[in-house]
């Protein structure tokens, strides 16, 4: 942890140090962002405030550092001492439900996804930052509406700050070599390119353990890419339909095709698996590939590496849903219009922009304007990550977003509900019953 001071900038990392030196540099590339004219909110910050923030580890080392020196620049502008903590990924809900519940600890915190949701009663307002903000950056993006409003309200509860995609990423060699140009958007082509592949010796992998990205992005995408879905519009349990039937068969021949492990992978380990030759395709964020390309040992592997989009299948669009950082702040605050303020100033393209840059495409823009970042024309294969934050699905799709679906996402209804099939343990038909009865007894509850 870190504490930054107008005295204590000297005593900041070499790291952060030289973050905030390719801050200033990426500033000049900010001032393209076009902005609007817009009132900024009435926030006169407390007397003597001090801020504690709590959000997830990076995954980028650049992410950390600019959001370091982001938050020095605020101290330096206001005399708010902030300290940023960074904990794992698996660790952030449970340390937002402890704040929560107890009404003590950090100020604000950044989460996943629909967290404000689920502790709403808890939370400060955001309704003036947001509307500020959406108007002086061309509006908020689709899912950052979803995720930030109260459901049927206009009242924002949180601030997402950007989305993590997890497209294909595909050794081109590999697929080219079993007759395939691209993996393909149907569900009887994308089997044929997986089996083949398995032949070949250069098999596809997924996760099917409980990982909090690449585990739910999967299983999801098996259910939502054959029109199923957990809950219904208006809130009640859905999953047990002839479309997750028919998803979970398809995954047992999908499963067949995958390298051994599978069932126990985290979200670390499909990037351990392609890095080293033991995975040809699989599903993740823009950090494998930079990993991959800033390594001389790996560099020949990004070079072979593309990026898509999950396939359609018999859906309209791909259907994945960005891992979406939100940021809240709590009532237990003694200094909520420093928290909100803090924000703000985050938000404005001075800071978030050269975040944005930093960031190499992990985490995509959740307004309009930052769209045009010169990030997305860094590098041809990054800008397939630009438009997350547009994909009409989210955690809990269809029914409305609230702590019921947050708990369902929390317990792995879809993850383990996919793995009982692919394990043999269960068949389709007995997977999506159980999934029933799980989701059911927590939604009866809301």
Partial sequence: MTKFTRRKTLGLSAAAIAAMAMAEKAQAQASAIPVADATAPNLPIERGATLRMLRPVRFVQPDEDTFRANCARFTQQTGVEV?????????????????????????????????????????????????????????WLALAQKYGKRHGTNNWIGLPFGASGGPLVWRKSAVNAVGFERPPEDHAGYLDLCRKLKQAGKPAGFALGNAVGD??????????????????????????????????????????????????????SNNRAYASNECWLTANGVSLYFALKNDPATRAIAEDSEHMLLPKGLASSSPMAGLTLNAMVFKHSRFPNASKALLQFLLEREQYDPWLQANLGYWAQPLEAYGQSAVWNSDPKVSIFRDTMKNPYWIGYKGPISEASAQANAEYIMVQMCASVASGQATPEQAAREAERRAQRIFRRR
Avoid: C, M
Avoid at 220 to 240: A, K, R, T
């Fill in 215 to 268: 585990g739910n992005g999967f299983a999801n995408w098996v259910v939502w890419s054959h029109n199923g879905f957990l809950v219904n519009e208006d809130g009640s349990v859905g999953v047990n339909s002839r479309e997750t039937v028919a998803a979970l068969t398809y995954l047992k021949d999908l499963y067949a095709t995958f390298i051994p492990g599978t069932l126990s992978w985290g979200d670390v």
């Fill in 83 to 139: 300290r940023v903590d960074f904990v794992g990924w698996e660790d952030i809900t449970q340390q937002t439900a402890v704040t929560a519940n107890t009404g003590a600890g950090p100020d604000l915190i950044i989460g996943f996804n629909e967290s404000p949701h689920v502790y709403v009663d808890k939370l400060v307002e955001l309704t003036d930052v947001a509307e500020y903000i959406g108007k002086r950056y061309g509006g």
